[in-house]
């Protein structure tokens, strides 16, 4: 029998503050009111102020948890990203819970503000940056943990395995292709991440790196891939976003996460441990995805020190 992981297990998260991306919508809306609920304090970070400021009244109104807020931050822009972190820095916040859920799915091909593929650059390349950049405050305030959300499409890269030098041509992209290279990219940044904080001796010791596939959940994010068979598939066989926020809230806020010591893993529906595709697993494509990254913050963001663990 596998984890059955309740929302009603989530402990109390008094004096956490929490940042969720792409909290105005969807599993991430789930997650800041689960969070708001348990009294944390909720950083509901998102690029339309006016939905994410809704999000924030609405969570306040329905918890009476005063301590939700809106961010403003938009993934496809590296410069937004940069003055998400500086404004955070500026609140002096301890960080307890970083929770990578934004994401856009299968997209027309479009460049990012910096000219980076749409969905590498939202579901990857921004988070990348916002977690190795907002580090020195997960580590000060440890215990805390780090979730960035996947997707089973992440198995799409079986078939090429990780192909990143062609992103940007648009003779060559696959929209579902794209988006399994940027879900393959969560999991190898989580264990990659993992691996540098581990190889740094005690320096990071309580800090929780891990990944996750929500179940296919019935949210907005197939709304560039409307059709009528789309839409009786989710009707029939997708899971409510309750459910789907269960295992990032499992990987997020049990405590189990800290007695077992599980990090760098990736879990699957509801709370249980399961294996990645192996091209999302090898250490050699870990370590070309890390310097690969690392090359495009040099080449995009002016002043960028690197990742520095
Ligand atoms: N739903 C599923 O079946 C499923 C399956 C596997 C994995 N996932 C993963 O689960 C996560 C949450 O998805 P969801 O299903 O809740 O989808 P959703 O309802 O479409 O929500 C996605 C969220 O990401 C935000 N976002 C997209 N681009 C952004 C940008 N440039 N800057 C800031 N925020 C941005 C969206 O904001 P806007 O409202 O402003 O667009 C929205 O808040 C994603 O990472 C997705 O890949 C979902």
Not at 86 to 108: E, I, R, T, Y
Not at 191 to 219: F, I, Q, W
């Amino acid at each position: 029998m596998g984890r059955n992981f309740n929302l009603d297990e989530i402990p109390d998260m008094t004096g956490k503050v929490c940042i969720v991306t792409g909290g105005n919508t969807g599993i991430g809306k789930i997650c800041v009111q689960e969070l708001a609920k348990k009294n944390a304090h909720v950083i509901v970070a998102s690029r339309t102020p006016s939905k994410g400021q809704a999000v924030v009244d609405e969570v306040k109104e329905s918890t009476k948890n005063d301590k939700v807020e809106f961010m403003q931050l938009d993934l496809l822009s590296l410069s937004s990203v940069s003055a998400f972190i500086q404004s955070f820095k500026d609140k002096n916040l301890p960080l307890h819970l970083l929770l990578n859920n934004a994401g856009v799915m299968s997209c027309p091909f479009t460049l990012s503000e910096d000219g980076i593929e749409a969905q590498f650059a939202t579901n990857h390349v921004a988070h990348y940056y916002l977690t190795t950049q907002l580090l020195p405050i997960l580590e000060k305030s440890q215990p805390s943990r780090v979730v960035n959300v996947s997707s089973l499409a992440h198995k799409y890269i079986f078939w090429n395995g990780l192909v990143l030098d062609d992103m940007n041509d648009e003779s060559k992209y696959n929209k579902h292709m794209a988006y399994g290279r940027s879900k393959a990219a969560n999991i190898l940044f989580t264990r990659e991440l993992t691996r540098k904080l581990e190889d740094s001796g005690d320096k990071y010791k309580n800090v929780y790196v891990n990944t996750n596939h929500p179940g296919a959940v019935s949210t907005e994010l197939t709304r560039h891939n409307e059709s009528m068979t789309m839409s009786v598939m989710r009707r029939l066989f997708f899971i409510a976003p309750e459910d789907g926020a269960k295992t990032q809230l499992y990987l997020a806020t049990s405590p189990e996460i800290e007695k077992k010591n599980i990090k760098g893993k990736y879990f699957v529906p509801y709370g249980d441990e399961s294996v990645p595709n192996k091209h999302a697993a090898s250490q050699e494509n870990q370590t070309k995805l890390w310097d690969f990254t690392e090359n495009l913050l040099k080449e995009k963001v002016p002043g960028y020190t690197g990742a520095n663990i």
